[in-house]
T-cell receptor
């Protein structure tokens, strides 16, 4: 079946502009996660959604970052007033439920802030 | 805070040899430990995972061991092949979000 999809695959933007990154989880998965992977680094947790519960935003690095999940499916990660240090690969994952369920990752969006 | 340490950062082996990657975690409440393989330009792909009620798990050439007392878990790849070359990440979880190690770049020389 279809896996996690993300768009765009690549995004180049100028410092100070806003960007929106989209994630389509696997159908039926109630949990959705965003991670960030900087060049040559491990993955850093940003935020996750579980059903209708309040999202866990504890990993968001600043108030310029926000995310929404509409209708319990598609999610959008928004970065306002982008900075060069925001350049990274943004990865989305989904799982059947929160907890010890396998997280399946999308291919990521490669963001470059000039 | 929660932390996962992974070693080594790079590992080069000859085809057919074994490879071992080790991780330690700080959160004693962690109860789920997946391993991911990431190829260049792709998202991480789960290769094996283990839960805290199990000490060892094997899937063909891949095995994972867990020592909860020492807060330590390891990935073992036997009979390595060139297509095993990739970056491998360990992770630990207690609440659903994954805390990742820094990754190990494995190179398998033909």
């Amino acid at each position: 079946g279809a896996g996690v999809s993300q768009s765009p695959s690549n995004k180049v933007t100028e410092k100070g502009k806003d960007v929106e990154l989209r994630c389509d989880p696997i159908s039926g998965h109630t949990a959705l996660y965003w991670y960030r992977q900087s060049l040559g680094q491990g993955l850093e947790f940003l935020i996750y959604f579980q059903g209708n519960s309040a999202p866990d935003k504890s990993g968001l690095p600043s108030d310029r970052f926000s995310a929404e999940r509409t209708g319990g499916s598609v999610s959008t990660l928004t970065i306002q007033r982008t900075q060069q240090e925001d350049s990274a690969v943004y990865l989305c994952a989904s799982s059947l439920a929160r907890g010890q369920e396998t997280q399946y990752f999308g291919p990521g969006t490669r963001l470059l802030v000039l | 805070g929660e932390n996962v340490e992974q070693h080594p950062s790079t590992l080069s082996v000859q085809e057919g040899d074994s490879a071992v990657i080790k991780c330690t975690y700080s959160d004693s409440a962690s109860n789920y430990f997946p391993w991911y393989k990431q190829e260049l330009g792709k998202g991480p792909q789960l290769i094996i995972d283990i839960r805290s009620n199990v000490g060892e798990k094997k899937d063909q050439r891949i095995a994972v061991t867990l020592n909860k007392t020492a807060k330590h878990f390891s990935l073992h790849i036997t009979e390595t092949q060139p297509e095993d070359s990739a970056v491998y990440f360990c992770a630990a979880s207690s609440t659903g979000k994954l805390i990742f190690g820094q990754g190990t770049t494995l190179q398998v020389k033909p």
